[in-house]
């Protein structure tokens, strides 16, 4: 069976941090690349950042210097250190595996979705 299970969500007053964290069963994170994605009420999924197999990282330009995705193979987890975050970055956010070693950013290149984590910003 593929998990992967999201943590570290909550509430933080704006240009406070949070970090992220997901993690993935054996099978789910194998050779593959991980993403986060957001979604914020009446709005679309949206792509924040994806980390590669090899480690290649690749930002959504709304976070691009403020969030920092990485992962731990060893661990099957991936991390999202947000950091400077802004009420605007009020979602939830999700981690998924991508079905490619490679840095993809839509979602349907993605197969395994975790249940999401909620992070609020208050101003």
């Known amino acids: 069976q593929v998990h992967v299970v999201e943590s570290g969500g909550g509430l933080v007053q704006a240009g406070g941090s949070l970090r992220l964290s997901c993690a993935a069963s054996a099978r789910a994170f194998s050779r593959n690349a991980m993403g986060w994605f957001r979604q914020a009420p009446g709005k679309e999924r949206e792509f924040v950042a994806v980390i590669s197999w090899s480690g290649s990282t690749y930002y959504a330009d709304s976070v691009k210097g403020r969030f920092t995705i990485s992962r731990d193979n060893a661990k099957n987890t991936v991390y999202l250190q947000m950091n400077s975050l802004k009420p605007e970055d009020t979602a939830a956010y999700y981690c998924?595996?991508?079905?490619?070693?490679?840095?993809?950013?839509?979602?349907?290149?993605?197969?395994?979705w975790g249940q999401g984590t909620q992070v609020t910003v208050s101003s």
């Open positions: 998924a595996r991508a079905g490619t070693s490679a840095a993809v950013v839509t979602p349907g290149s993605y197969d395994y």
